[in-house]
């Protein structure tokens, strides 16, 4: 199966960047225009057994941000820029990982991957064997509560994914994905 997700990677995130370019650089534009700092945040991340890469998403965020997941953040809304609510509820953000996927540092659907000090997160993905498998722009914890679930059972989700692994599920995440997405659902900050 390995080969064939590659491939559907390859060729669906290709066709998205087609289609999504012109609106990808409308939103780089106005991110640019609404806040101070670059249009893109790279982030840090934990792929594939571990290996850090950088990882990047439309800027949300204040350049003064701590790099810590929002939940940790004390008042994760002051440090929202004026277009970075609406681009999160949306998932519009996370649209630059179509050049992780090309790039082989993501799949379209694995676990979503860490920031590269949420140690709690990293271990127990390790304990469970889920560190083995590319990492995802979606994935089975995303579709099921995303920022709603604590720790634990998302990797329970993250490990349901590891020993269920199809092309079908796969498809089901994707459709799920783009259903949240356009209702702007699981996303709290």
Known sequence: MSSMKRFFDVVCSLGALVVLGAPMFIIALVVKLTSRGPALYWSDRVGRNNIIFKMPKFRTMRTDAPAVATHLLAEPGRFITPVGKFLRRYSLDELPQLFSILKGDMS??????????????????????????TTG??????????????????????????????????????????CHALAGKGVRH
């Open 108 to 133: 379209l659907v694995g676990p979503r991957p860490a920031l590269f000090n949420q140690d709690d997160l990293i271990k127990l993905r390790t304990e469970r064997g889920v560190h083995a498998i």
């Open 137 to 178: 722009l979606t994935g089975w914890a995303q579709v099921n509560g995303r920022d709603d679930l604590p720790i634990p059972v998302k990797v329970d989700f993250d490990e349901y994914y590891l020993k269920n692994r199809s092309f079908l599920l796969d498809i089901r995440i994707i459709l799920l994905t783009l």
